[in-house]
């Protein structure tokens, strides 16, 4: 009767630590936090120098406000872990990184969809480094991205100044980030129990002045810019680029690759302006409409 007493608890302990296991099924591993900023790198900060240029151009930024909205997290099978709430309109000139958004709370594991958005900025957008007439300036155009610079070059004549002001109002989604983390490229963010992931969404601002839309030996070139300034004015204005046909530009290759009925400068420009948003610094995503 003992016998089978302590057989019969024993049997119960196992049901037990069975059924405990089986409450701690796979997801509940603990979890964690994702902290996500947004940098613009020296580029957009201090200048892009002539170094850096195929023409001998340099460019620097007075002004580089976007707007990020929608960061989210989701797993391959499409669950959504967290997706951020509003916008915040930022320049990038003022220096630092600087917040986006932190999740809290997110089961621990890979969370491999990353996706963000840069899109038109609206009444309840919030600012970061902007003020509130960059604000004003923004809503006034729909716009999602505004630029303003200036290029030099040096020659035997002195230096020659243009400037860009240029306003953009194309909403794009990136999509299926990945970048380098822990010296791994990583899809998404991994979440650990009790840990913070920390992303950066970078920006580059080189990307205005590429001269192809997809090669990856893509230059960096101002002069074709610079020579359609149509007036001499001094201000290189979108619609000037958009009289200048891609055929008749001599320097560079100005390839659109499968970008579509891309045919002249001010269209490739752009294009271009969807292409700033990156991951992890020198990271990729897929650029889409939203």
Not at 82 to 100: C, E, I, N
């Amino acid at each position: 009767m003992t016998m089978r007493t302590t057989k019969g608890l024993w049997v119960a302990a196992a049901v037990l630590a069975t059924a405990a296991l089986a409450g701690c099924g796979e997801g509940e591993l603990g979890a964690g936090s994702v902290a996500f900023s947004t940098w613009g790198e020296d580029y957009i900060e201090q200048e892009i120098p002539a170094a850096d240029l195929a023409d001998g151009w340099s460019i620097q930024y007075e002004k580089f406000l976007f707007v990020v909205r929608n960061v989210t997290v989701a797993d391959r099978e499409g669950n959504v872990g967290a997706r951020m709430q509003g916008s915040t309109l930022f320049d990038h000139t003022k220096a630092g990184a600087k917040p986006v958004v932190t999740f809290d709370d997110l089961e621990a594991k890979p969370w491999e969809a990353v996706s963000y958005e840069i899109g038109p900025v609206d009444a309840d957008t919030a600012l970061d480094g902007a003020t509130e007439d960059d604000k004003a300036l923004m809503l006034a155009a729909g716009a999602s991205v505004h630029i303003e610079a200036i290029a030099r070059k040096s020659g035997d004549g002195g230096e020659v100044e243009k400037r860009l002001d240029w306003t953009f109002s194309l909403a794009t989604r990136y999509a299926d980030c990945k970048g380098e983390r822990a010296g791994k490229e990583t899809e998404g963010v991994l979440v650990t129990n009790g840990g913070t992931d920390d992303v950066e969404l970078t920006i580059h601002g080189d990307h205005f002045f590429y001269d192809d839309l997809q090669a990856a030996t893509a230059a960096r070139r101002f002069a074709p810019i610079a020579a359609a300034d149509a007036d001499d004015d001094g201000a290189v204005t979108l619609e000037e680029l958009a009289a200048v046909r891609l055929v008749a530009i001599e320097e560079g290759t100005y390839g659109t690759g499968s970008a579509g009925n891309i045919n002249d400068l001010g269209a490739f420009v752009a294009a271009l302006s969807r292409t700033i948003g990156h991951f992890r610094g020198e990271g990729e995503c897929v650029s889409v409409d939203p």
